[in-house]
């Protein structure tokens, strides 16, 4: 369905594990977070475990499974590893995303195009769980279709070149982008994916994004509590919350 209007807000407590493990400490806990962002009205709760543990560890999986009232969107690597705690957790929903040591962030989205049967042996016994698996990959045409065939109930969008070219000031490039990403979406929901997008998104840029009829949720994370350091993260969810609810009105 084109959204009853409602579009979902995902909070990304990640980097809330960031700030604890840079001192070692048991401190900001990602579960007081999530809990906060729940109150303050995110739809969901997203977490990242990386196969390098860098911010969400093992227990902070176990915690926000046992602790959260909102769905948890489970993030990872298409490893035997991950697959095993997914299965053994059953999340609301598992986020497929693509994962290399060196980089900083999620840099690019799957090629599920080039991997499908890879992928669709991954995914089924995830779908066959309960859980709702969500591919995050780029807006090409090929990728889109690839992750319809092989049977993901969600796509995810790779916000994060828009969002790059604009911080840029590259406005063209960063035009096209939203042009390809309205296209992308289309098409996701004609094949009969529901849509998601996220990576990146600030108050600047999630204006025309949250307007894109066919997306249904947002996953949001680095730019929320960066902000909540300045103006708290209730506060920060709820400005964003406000822009994505007036770029729908
Ligand atoms: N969606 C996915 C699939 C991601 O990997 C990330 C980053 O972990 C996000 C959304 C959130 O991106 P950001 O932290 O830049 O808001």
């Known amino acids: 369905m084109i959204s009853d209007g409602k579009l979902r807000l995902g909070v990304n407590i990640d980097h809330v594990a960031t700030v604890r493990n840079a001192r070692g400490s048991a401190y900001p806990d990602p579960l007081r977070a999530a809990k906060l962002a729940e109150e303050a009205g995110a739809d969901g709760i997203t977490a990242h475990l990386r196969e390098d543990r860098r911010h969400i560890s093992d227990v902070d999986i176990e915690r926000l499974v046992e602790g959260l009232e909102r769905p948890l969107n489970f993030e990872m ?6 697959q095993a705690i997914a299965l053994r957790h059953k999340p609301h929903a598992v986020c497929i995303v693509p994962e290399k040591r060196e980089e900083r962030t999620t ?4 090629d599920v195009a080039g991997d499908d049967n890879r992928l669709a042996e991954f995914i089924a016994p995830l779908s066959a769980a309960g859980c709702r698996v969500s591919l995050f990959i780029g807006h090409q045409a090929r990728q889109i279709e ?5 049977g993901a109930a969600v796509v995810e969008l790779h916000t994060g070149a828009y969002c790059d070219y604009h911080a840029d000031g590259e406005t063209e490039k960063r035009d096209a982008e939203l042009e390809a990403l309205r296209a992308g979406a289309k ?3 004609g094949l009969g994916l529901e849509v ?3 990576h990146g998104l600030t108050y600047d840029t999630v204006t025309p ?3 894109i009829p066919e997306l249904v949720e947002l996953n949001i994370g680095h730019f929320l509590i960066a902000e909540a350091i300045f103006d708290g993260l209730a506060p920060a969810i709820k400005r964003m919350r406000a822009l994505m609810e007036a770029a729908r009105a």
């Open 77 to 82: 690597a298409a490893t035997g590893e991950m």
């Open 107 to 110: 840099e690019g989205g799957l």
């Open 146 to 150: 690839a992750a319809a065939r092989i």
């Open 187 to 189: 098409l996701a929901h």
């Open 196 to 198: 998601h997008a996220g």
């Open 209 to 211: 994004i949250a307007a």
